[in-house]
């Protein structure tokens, strides 16, 4: 049986991976073990649908002996852990520095020591900046423009590094902007569901030109179980998703689904450094089979009908910190 090690397990992407894994939907059995460190958006209740099916480690991937004792003993490592939320890398920069670089050296050292067969670690669009027409190859330049994509380059670069240097059999993937069911109210499709089934308004950025990549998480995940299997060491590998819309189209897209207008729509100051627009081309991961199941319209319905009928599971999150 694989021996899987998922760190950032308890958070949304990182949940849907492990309840994957758990449910046997990739094909294979697996002994999961996830290390989480349970912050702000880490939440084991995501993981309810499989409890009893993985173990649980409570710890930071910057935790050097614990990851000395965890680490050993794995087939692969996945590590979705990390400081996410652009808006709170502009106003508090260090923590995404501390997770998205650090941690990423401090778990691929310990994965190096541990002599672990295979790594991914798990990255954004964000590192290439903004792109105006066309779509980013794995060979774009990184260009990134806020403090939060800034440190997911670095984590990305030391990834690199290992594998280059010290032959650490690390991949990375890059993906574009996810949605679905566990995803922390924060981020904009939920905090748009969540405000407008309460009949409030919702915050919108600038001229709401912006254009962004969606992917839904399972397709994400997805993407990342066939690097984990298939993808070569020190390579990256883009997962893109099934629709390019602008911020002003994912809009109405919400609002449709409440039977709500655009009185319901707050304009707010542009975020600093927002990028215009992102686009991934998938092509070298379609060449491995890959191919997204979910498209734009059944994913988005989904994830809107799991926040109506989920209130029990995001209403205490509007708590946090």
Known sequence: MTRILVTGGAGFIGSQYVRALCSGEYGYAADVTVLDALTYAGNLANLAPVEGKFSFVKGDILDEELLGEVVPGHDLVVNFAAESHVDRSIAAAAEFVRTNVQGVQTLLQACLEAGT??????????????????SWDESAPLEPNSPYSASKAGGD???????????????????????????????????????????????????????????????????????????????????????????????????????????????????????????????????????????????????????????????PLLTQP
């Open 117 to 134: 067969p295979r790594v991914v670690q798990v990255s954004t669009d964000e590192v290439y900046g903004s792109v105006a027409e066309g």
């Open 157 to 315: 670069l030391i990834a690199r590094a290992y594998a280059r240097t010290h032959g650490l059999p690390v991949s990375i993937t890059r993906c574009g902007n996810n949605y679905g069911p566990y995803q922390f109210p924060e981020k904009v499709i939920p905090l748009f569901t969540t405000r407008l089934m309460d009949g409030k308004t919702v915050p919108l950025y600038g001229d709401g030109g912006n254009v962004r990549d969606w992917v839904h998480v399972a397709d994400h995940c997805r993407g990342i179980e066939l690097v984990s299997r298939v993808g070569e060491p020190g390579e990256v590998y883009h997962i893109a998703g099934t629709a390019e819309l602008t911020n002003l189209e994912l809009t109405e897209h919400l609002l449709t689904a409440f039977d709500a207008g655009w009185d319901r729509v707050e304009r707010v100051p542009d975020r600093k450094g927002h990028d215009r627009r992102y686009s991934l081309s998938d092509a070298k991961l379609r060449a491995l089979g890959y191919r997204p199941e979910v498209s734009f319209a059944d994913g988005i319905a989904e994830t809107v009908a799991f926040y109506r009928d989920r209130r029990d599971w995001w209403e």
